[in-house]
């Protein structure tokens, strides 16, 4: 038995693959990306991350000044990576925020040059652009690029798409998936891992198997506002079909602004003579769980 700690990662534009990189020892290709936007990020930015996507469940929008300046910050790639969709749900934010608002003169006026902003910055997108930055509006996820690719191998991939869905590559077959379970992603989510697992069979174990890893920060909400999860959750897959077979949180006080430390870089796995596979991940502490053998 062994696991491959290989993982093939290709950014896809328009369609089209036009970067290539394997990485070795993956844990530390993905923990760095927890590390892609560190301590130095400005307190402003933290702020106003917060302040947007952190609130109380009471508070159905955030202040429309905070939503406006962030999406300028996303516009022009200031404090943050330069993101026109995201601009573009923060600008719709905004213009709904600025209706809340009183409606005296000054407020109309406000309300009009929210609705000119949204229109600048969302009318030159492209149809499928607009619908995800429509989809942003409930569910941003922060820190893995639309458009990552994960190979699983030849003619097999895994493309993450907007949200909470993925899209699975099977021998010439395109098939769209949720990562579902309770909102797995959504309304906010920073993700930390994201990577394909391969584990060998030995002996009368099995197939080779394949899963896919996703860890993700997340702010809790209602009673449980001012503490975040950290979710660990492993997919398993078989052709384009995508399973969930285990899922691990741990619970702390804090923001997800700044990105906290990533306490894990993927899982450890064992494949066991019944064909069932023993898992063992350290979040605050180290979570072991086995899954079941893979049908046949």
């Not at 036009?18 to 307190?43: E, F, G, N």
């Not at 993450?160 to 959504?186: H, I, M, P, Q, S």
């Not at 030995?202 to 997340?218: D, I, K, Y």
Request: glycine letters at 10%; one cysteine or more; proline letters at 4%.
């Amino acid at each position: 038995m062994s696991m491959a700690h290989d993982v093939t990662v290709i950014a896809r534009v328009g369609g089209r693959m036009k970067q290539r990189c394997t990485v070795l020892a993956i844990y530390l290709a993905i923990a760095s990306m927890a590390d892609a936007q560190p301590h130095s990020v400005p307190p402003d930015v933290v702020s106003l991350h917060r302040a947007v996507f952190e609130r109380p469940a009471s508070k159905i929008l955030p202040e429309a000044d905070d939503a406006q300046a962030l999406a300028r910050l996303y516009a022009e790639g200031i404090g943050v990576p330069r993101d026109a969709v995201l601009a573009c749900t923060l600008f719709d934010l905004a213009e709904r925020a600025r209706v809340n608002e009183s409606r005296g003169f000054e407020g109309l006026r406000l309300q009009q040059a929210a609705q000119q902003q949204r229109a600048q910055h969302c009318d030159s997108l492209s149809e499928v652009e607009r619908q995800w930055a429509g989809r942003a509006l409930s569910c941003a996820v922060f820190g893995l690029a639309r458009g990552t690719i994960v190979e699983l191998g030849p003619d097999w991939w895994i493309e993450f798409v907007n949200g909470d869905t993925v899209r699975v590559e099977f021998g010439g077959k395109d098939v769209e998936r949720t990562l579902a379970g309770g909102g797995f992603l959504c309304p906010t989510s920073h993700v930390v891992l994201f990577r394909h697992a391969t584990l060998e069979s030995s002996g009368n174990a099995g197939p080779r198997r394949h899963f896919l890893e996703v860890a993700t920060w997340q702010p809790r909400c209602c009673e449980a506002v001012g503490t975040r999860a950290l979710t660990w959750r492993l997919y398993e897959v078989s052709g384009t079909d995508l399973r969930g077979v285990a899922q691990e949180q741990m619970v702390e006080p804090g923001s997800i602004w700044p990105v906290p430390s990533t306490r894990s870089g993927g899982a450890q796995f064992r494949m066991l003579d019944s064909g069932e596979v023993e898992y063992q991940v350290t979040l605050d502490v180290r979570r072991r769980g086995r899954i079941g053998a893979a049908a046949r």
